[in-house]
């Protein structure tokens, strides 16, 4: 499995950005597709996740601003980001979770200026 992330990009303070993963091969019928993201010195975090049958769940840092959606028939999955901040500056990492594998994509640069 591989996973291709897009949408990254430099964004004022406030403004919106759409992030999109999608996941080739075969995914099966239960997995966990999500978001991370790391910040320059920092350790990477969870940011959102969404189970197969839709329930999701976010970092605090991010609720009412972020939100994550998949669409199963195509393995994807995407990140709709709102009323950015500087602090969500970072790489941000699409996540597949599959029987206890993990799967991560490339990692695509989000810079939030003020």
């Known amino acids: 499995v591989q996973l291709q992330a897009s949408g990254g990009g430099l964004v004022q303070a406030g403004g919106s950005l759409r992030l999109s993963c999608a996941a080739s091969?075969?995914?099966?019928?239960?997995?966990?597709m999500g978001w991370y993201r790391q910040a320059t010195g920092k350790q990477r975090e969870l940011v959102a996740v969404?189970?197969?049958?839709?329930?999701?769940s976010y970092a605090d840092s991010v609720k009412g601003r972020f939100t994550i959606s998949r669409d199963n028939a195509k393995n994807a999955v995407t990140l709709q980001m709102s009323s950015l901040k500087p602090e969500d500056t970072a790489v941000y990492y699409c996540n597949l979770q599959i029987n206890s594998r993990t799967f991560w994509g490339q990692g695509t640069l989000v810079t939030v200026s003020s």
């Open positions: 969404i189970f197969t049958l839709g329930s999701r």
């Open positions: 091969g075969s995914i099966g019928t239960d997995s966990i």
